[in-house]
């Protein structure tokens, strides 16, 4: 498998985090990658993140929104769904750059959902269009997670 180079930027292109991650697929308009926690256990109050948990994550450039797939590390099973409303990422041979937009979907395994940081989406500095493509984005992964249609 080929490694590639995460970057997290925030909504004004500056980066927040980066990690490696291994490629798994790849098409003209996505990268489906491999990639572990790589901070301490997180507690986010709905899910506990835990080094070393795997995600299989879905970044996409003609979308504005990716998924990620998280798996437990002690028992391979299926936590659920982050999804993350972004642009559309830049994918080249070596890094994916994606700039979030603050808004996230949780969906578990089970089908319960919630929305994370409406609240910081709703201050952000965005063009209406933006915004507009954002929330229906949301809307789309809403939709996709009550079908069970999320990507594994």
Do not use: H
């Amino acid at each position: 498998m080929n490694g590639i180079i995460v970057y997290k930027l925030d909504a004004d292109g500056r980066q927040v985090w980066q990690y490696p991650a291994a490629v798994l697929q790849r098409t003209r308009n996505y990268v489906r990658l491999e990639a572990f926690f790589n901070r301490e256990d997180l507690d986010l109050g709905f899910v506990v993140f835990k080094e070393g948990d795997r995600f299989v994550e879905y970044f996409y450039n003609d979308r504005w929104y990716n998924v990620f797939a998280v798996y437990d590390r002690d028992d391979a099973g299926l936590k659920g769904w982050y999804c993350n409303i972004c642009r559309p990422a830049e994918l080249s041979d070596s890094a994916v750059r994606c700039e979030d937009l603050a808004l996230d979907l949780w969906a578990t395994a089970g089908g319960d959902m919630v929305v994370l940081d409406e609240n910081e989406f709703a201050i952000l500095d965005l063009s209406p269009q933006d915004r507009e493509k954002g929330l229906k984005a949301m809307t789309q992964l809403t939709r996709m997670a009550a079908e069970g249609k999320l990507p594994k």
